[in-house]
């Protein structure tokens, strides 16, 4: 899925790296429970004392997430979720929580525990590493880092080094020397987004392209949510900073005057995306439109973020908007001090730990170690906790899951023969990789990267910044050293498996499960294979319809982008695909008062219910099978079905374990952050799907004519 992810690029060049994003585990058990694999049927499928405690413990918590108030074929997202926000884990940031995000929590608590594993360390050769890792973490731990140390001199000196603080610095500050973009481009580096927004492209020679920049910090702001100073997004992006201004004892009218400074730019700059509704498209074509030359400092970026690489005359790969930033250089020219400010407290947010509380410092340390030097952790973590059997077991059920897809290739009424043979032919050379792509070569030389790190003991702030500036270098490597390698590289992406996600790669037809999905709320092995097919076989499903979305249906089974379709079947393609976008575009988001972009989240959408669908066809082929070696009298146990506690039929609990991957608790703000992503908001991706599968209406008993059986027919591809 693409987070996601199930997490995008400009349409004219669909990133091939679809990415998702799965779940969590809330309550502490282990994953070393032995049960009977899917793999496996011929195992004894006995339920120990430990194992029943378990399930009965995990189904109470599944039970604890739901609103029994509310009839599923009404909401089944308020019946599956209507509850977890009253019983979710303390608040531990300001970013969005959800049932899907917190297991990186989980892998934090591993990652505490690897850091002490010298043993392993040693027997895997990264023992020097390691203990820079710990210095890094207890420097972290003894640091200052709430509320945020803003006027560190380590943080100044760098704002100064790459374009300065005029809020600070005074009349020290010399606006003829300033370069609003270069100071963007040097926040590239750090991984900081200023107003230059890159992403790398996940395939060779992995160089940079762009979406236009988001503006804001806790809270982007739009046209309309800062009309005035009552909405939420002016208080809340005025105190970010205040707060990060009042550190350098600034007056309260000084402090008032940048502020307002800022978001006088921020209006202005806003008003050109409204001119074209934040489109990348529509922006290229109002470039045309009203002739606009190349933007010119392009260049400039390249130089200061890749080395000088040559990347800028790739016009495949990139998407610069010179309308965008022609008129962008404008407004910045009215606004240059204000636009200093906003790209100096812009890398102090990249800095900023931004924690609810202090109680939440260790987590903070915890996932910077996780997610910036991930290629150490991840060697430890691959080592200590991915075993034979859970890769046989995720094998067998990604076996399942492509029967499941065939089938489906083979029956679909709509496909005429022709394609329908070059779809089976897609399918039948799908790659799956289980727990990550290996390259100990190149996991080796990023780890001595991470040896030589800088690490003092009493300057925390001057450490974050290296650790930040390494990660962005070892995230671009492939980009920087393109001339290393082959055109078939694969993604760094691919080669950290104790992440949160699970990928389609277009370009050689393979999905990727990842070691880290495999916690709860995603996966457990004592789980009944109800439960783990409608989470880790939804998420499954869903990466294996990515190949024949509205993109990846424009590859073929060698990863090369040829039309194989028919024109009878290509119309009928597109016509279902727009099903699914009237369908999304109909959801009103109240909370911000904007609709689901449809068009947007599409591929998203057609994945979910491909997934779904796919999961349940497998789950009962699954279970037809079992019945027949019981009938067999082969030495099978049946197993229970159901989850202790829970009311529910098997097909039931697998409906709901799918609903509580994406069971969220959002702010405003994180409305407005997805509101362009290219996956639908948890809520709605959870009622579309659902609204949309006639399984789901039959399961659940959901009368035509109600909210999750709308109409006889529901949007459908496969």
Known sequence: MNQGNMFSISNHLRLPLLAGLVCILICGFPLAYEARSIGDDSRENTITDDTAEYLRSYGALMKSYMNFSVDPCDDFYEYACGNWKNV??????????????????????????????????????????????????????????????????????????????????GDAWNASRFSWFNMSAHLTNYGADGLIHDKITQYYPFQPYFKLPELGFDYNVHTDNIANKSSRAYPKNEKRMHNYLKAFNLTEDKIESVITGVFDFWREALAIKDRFGGDDDRCNELSELYNVSTFGQWRSYYEIAWDGKDFYNDSLAVNYCDFYYTELDKVCARHLEAVANYLAMKLLYRMDAKLSDQEYQKDHCLLVVQSSLSHLINKLYMAEHFSDDTHSEISAMVTELRKAQRQVLENVEWLDGETRREALVKESTITPVIGSYKDEELTDLFIRKIGNLSVAEDDYAQNIINVRRLATTLWRHKGLHFEDFSPDAKPIALMIGNQVNAFYYILDHSIYVMAGILHPPAYHRSWPDSLKFGTLGYLVGHELTHGFDTVGSSFDSNGQMRNWWSTKSEAVFQERAKCYVDHYSNYLIPEINRRVNGNETKDENIADAGGLTQALTAYRSHMKQLQRRVEDNETVTPKNEQMPGLDLSPEQLFFLGFAQLWCAAYEEEHYWEELNHEHTSDKYRVLGAVSNNNDFAEVYKCALGTAMHPKEESCRIW
């Open 88 to 169: 979710k884990p303390p608040q531990r940031t300001t970013n969005k929580r959800s049932n899907l995000l917190d297991i990186i929590y989980t892998l934090t608590e591993v990652t505490e525990q690897l850091m002490t594993k010298t043993q392993l360390a040693e027997a895997l050769n990264v023992s020097a590493e390691l203990r820079v890792a710990q210095r890094f973490y207890n420097s972290c731990l003894a640091a200052e880092v709430f509320p945020h140390p803003a006027a560190d001199p380590a943080y100044l000196s760098l704002i100064r080094s790459i374009g300065g603080f005029p809020a600070v610095d």
